[in-house]
């Protein structure tokens, strides 16, 4: 089911009222599955606005269709609904019914009787499909983290997105996206769990920054939280107290509720998708019980069918630091995809899209410059086209100010200044490798990680190296002066 007519769908369910425009685009980014805080930034509103906007909506559509909707259901419900004709002004069944059933069998499904030779093929012309922009829409927005489905400002990072999609195809895969801070993780997650809907798939996105602190604190908690949020997504009935016995051990009941109800319910392959891993490694107790969990049901998928069906994805910064065993780490399995910067091709053709007249060579020039500058990093180049295309700004004036506290990215090099004042020591370690931009420089390992998660270095061996020359121009002024 497509945007445009779950949207429609969805006016039809609550007539004679209408959306309201904000509902509209709570709507319409929860089905792309934006959270919160990010539709409240792309629109302007205050993060509780928005969170009363979605609950009212959702307590509308399920006094209309007469069951409970929430926004990690919503996609379900009117899918489910949709297939069973059950839609208000729907008069004839779904065809999605009928692409569903034809394409389960070419990839996401095991045992698929397509031809080796065909698939490469296919797969490609699936991926086009997925990433098309036909359809996409163009109003600018404020770059935020994850762009939707939708958005027509994504650009392809080929085969990132061939190789993402490929590992889903695989019976019990396992795909890991990293790269650092705002670099576009979530935006290939989304389009990866877009390509699984299409073959097929049931998809559940869990974003660890959602779990409350004292539930990251407890392990027991942090399961069972984890255990009824993919239920409730996968629109099953919360059974964990018929499953859970302490006694047997915490992460034995949450393999048997996976094992033994989660996917025999569900008859469609699942893919579980954690965004944000990085809030588990501040938790090392919960990371040394959970992430070796997963990898265990990663490997029973070799042998017992029904771990066949799951298939994992990780998006994180950057490795964990803490004292697992190699045998016991889920990141040195699966597919690894690092996302590379963007291109000065790419940055171009992202220009394009914005609208920006790149005939004259010093626009050409200084387009050029910026992508040297922020070293392709892409959220950088996307604010920078965003003010060009809806500010009265010059390229020029962006190159002149951009390390300073006027220039266009200073709250984002604000807001890594005030994480490194909480943590002297990193403040330490950036010093010494500012103080050699060219090589790096060798710093404490913990350290190196957290300025890699941040996207201020790029290791290379043991040495950490200045990331971009907007970094080292702001912080060399901070912390040289």
């Known amino acids: ?118 698939r490469s093929h ?27 489905i939708k958005s027509a400002f994504y650009v392809p990072r080929p085969p990132a997105e061939e190789q993402a999609f490929h590992e889903l195809d695989r019976p019990g895969g396992l795909l890991r996206i990293k790269a650092p801070s705002n670099t576009g993780k979530t935006s290939l997650l989304l389009r990866a769990l877009e390509y699984a809907r299409s073959q097929g798939a049931r998809t559940v996105l869990l974003n660890i920054q959602e779990a409350d602190t004292a539930v990251l604190d407890d392990l027991g908690r942090f399961l069972r939280w984890f255990c ?42 699942i893919v579980l998708a954690l965004d944000e891993v990085d809030q588990l490694f501040e938790h090392p107790t919960l990371v040394q019980e959970f992430l070796p969990m997963l990898r265990v ?67 050409s020039e200084q387009l050029s410059r910026l992508h040297q500058l922020v070293a392709g990093h892409p959220y950088l180049v996307q604010l920078a086209l965003y003010w060009l295309s809806e500010r009265d700004i010059t390229l020029t004036s962006i190159l002149e100010n951009a390390h300073t506290q006027s220039g266009i990215y200073s709250h984002h090099l604000r807001r890594h200044w005030q994480i490194m004042q909480r943590q002297p020591h990193l403040q330490e370690a950036f010093a010494e490798v500012l103080k050699a931009p060219e090589d790096g420089a060798e710093v404490d390992t913990l350290m190196a990680y957290q300025l890699e998660r941040m996207g201020l270095v790029y290791l290379q061996g043991n040495r950490a190296i200045v990331s971009s020359k907007l970094y080292y121009r702001h912080f060399k002024a901070r912390l040289l002066s």
């Open 228 to 269: 009824r949020n993919v239920a409730q997504q996968l629109g099953l009935e919360n059974k964990l107290d018929d499953y859970w016995d302490e006694e047997i051990g915490l992460k034995v009941s949450c393999k048997i509720y996976f094992r033994e109800y989660l996917l025999t319910q569900v008859s469609d392959p």
């Open 297 to 363: 049901w990663h490997e029973e998928a070799m042998e017992l069918e029904v771990w066949q069906k799951l298939r994992l994805v990780l998006s994180y910064n950057s490795e964990v630091y803490v004292p697992l065993k190699i045998s016991q780490s889920p990141f040195n399995i699966g597919l690894s995809i690092q996302l590379p910067v963007l291109t000065i091709k790419q940055v171009i053709t992202l220009a394009e899209q914005y609208k920006l007249d790149l005939s004259d060579s010093l626009q």
């Open 1 to 118: 089911m497509t945007e445009k007519e779950a949207l429609e769908a969805v006016r039809n369910a609550i007539a004679p009222d209408s959306l309201s425009y904000v509902q509209e685009i709570v709507f319409t980014q929860s089905w792309a599955g934006q959270l919160y805080p990010e539709i409240a930034k792309s629109v302007g509103y205050h993060p509780e606005y928005i969170r009363d906007v979605g609950a009212q909506l959702w307590r509308s559509l399920s006094e209309s269709l007469d069951q409970k909707v929430t926004k990690k259901n919503v996609r379900f419900v009117l899918n489910s609904l949709s297939e069973k004709n059950q839609l208000p002004g729907s008069n004839t069944s779904s065809p999605l019914s009928v692409s569903s059933s034809e394409t389960s069998v070419q990839g996401i499904t095991s045992g698929s009787d397509t031809p080796p030779s065909h």
């Open 122 to 148: 296919d797969l490609q012309s699936q991926v086009d499909t997925v990433l098309s922009t036909e359809a996409t829409t163009t109003q600018l927005a404020f770059p935020s983290v994850g762009l939707s």
